[in-house]
């Protein structure tokens, strides 16, 4: 400290003294803190002696402190069990085998989620040897918009994100079992390699198999090639949504089942016949990316695409719609066949009390080739035959709609194959019944029920 500043300290100091009236005490210390230090007033010793404010003064009251530690240790132990749960032992036990990778960061694999048959490409998150999330695949093709260069999107559906919740169901099987009993592997092929051995003198007359729709050729040759060693065995297909409307629609129409494919991408009008082709269609995610850039203003366009949606049901595609008409399952069959005579199909009714109909089958006919009428799934099969009748009355087969061969491996009608199944059981000609995939004992229709007092009478 500089002599002048020194001097100016001790000025202030004897100032501050002969305001308060205090005798001077002298220190050996040349240095302050500040000017209260220098002064070594009352207040500033008090302050010193003090290590806790003036309200602190109430913590010495022993009541009072005894009487806050019980309120403290008694809402701490309401908390504490209030978010206690009874948590299983566990051992913690080093790695057998350690997972592929390092640990602590996450490896991602490429694969697929079928539903229905159709697959949305997903692109796994793994940490230490166990999966924690699905994303979209961003370099799958169905991710891309047409361009081999636009990575997409990476979206998933509902069900994708969900079905890595059942990897971690706790009913879900560990080992083969038989009778509530776990048995290794070996003894499962062992046993069913005997009871095909009883079944080949029989060319397998008693064998069945039972399974979701198939769209998977590596799994459709295994099947194949079992009912060629085994030609008398059958093969049935079912699951409680399937396209059994859509097929019959499509050979109402063209005679043979199809696969209709759409591109809302070229689409400028477009007529939704009770499909959610926004949330809950096959192809949902392809579409819904195509619909959401043909309504977006930009690179010049001035207008954007129109849906109309008629429907018994609301949906996500319904409430996304610029016109839409709720009404009853009984009265859809006669507004779709309005819309048809609208555009021009001869023989189509137009007795309808719904109001409205003939300007959307005006706008579709000046929309020609580049509009879409599309059927939902639950639609009847007369509604998807008039869908297919006014796509090509309209000129979008080829443009807007595509036709392609089924994509599963056996096209049939599912609730029919399900009927001989039952059919064949209650007349005793199943003796050995193998379902891949499913549960037909929770999902089948009620007057169809494969429960275990139909399997094992």
Known sequence: MSEDRHINFQLMRERILAETGEPEVRTPNKYWRSLEELADAPEFREFVEREYPQAAEEWNDPFERRTFLKLMGASLALAG?????????EKIVPYVKQPEGTPGKALFFATASTVGGIATPLLARSNEGRPTKVEGNPDH?????????DRGSSATDIFAQASILSLYDPDRSQTT?????????????????????????????????????????????????????????????????????????????FGQPVHTIYDFSKADRILSLDADFLAAH??????????????????GKKEMSRLYVIETTPTTTGAAADHHWA??????????????AGVGLSGASKESSIEGLEAVARDLQQHKGTSIVIAGREAPPAVHALAHAMNA????????????????????????????????????KVEMLIIVGGNPVYNTPADLKLDKDRLFK
């Open 81 to 89: 069990l209030s978010g206690c749960a009874f948590q299983a032992p």
């Open 141 to 149: 093709p169905n991710s891309r918009n047409g361009d081999p260069l």
């Open 177 to 253: 079992m038989f009778r509530e009993g776990a048995r290794p592997w070996t003894t499962f092929v062992g046993e069913i390699r005997t009871a095909l051995d009883e079944q080949r003198p029989k060319q397998g007359s008693g064998l069945r198999f039972l399974t979701e729709t198939v769209t998977s050729p590596s799994l459709a040759a295994q099947l194949k090639g079992i009912l060629t060693e085994f030609p008398q065995a059958k093969w049935h297909q079912y699951e409680p949504v399937n396209n059994d409307n859509a097929r019959a629609g499509a050979i109402t129409a």
């Open 282 to 299: 096959p192809g949902t995610l392809r579409y819904a990316r195509d619909f959401a850039a043909r309504r977006r203003i930009t690179n």
């Open 327 to 340: 009404i009853k399952p009984s009265e859809f069959l006669k507004a779709a066949a309005a819309v048809a």
């Open 393 to 428: 009355a309209l000129g979008n087969v080829g443009k807007t709609v595509l036709y392609t061969d089924p994509i599963e491996a056996s096209s049939v009608d599912q609730r029919q194959s399900l009927q001989e199944l039952v059919s064949d059981i209650d007349a005793g």
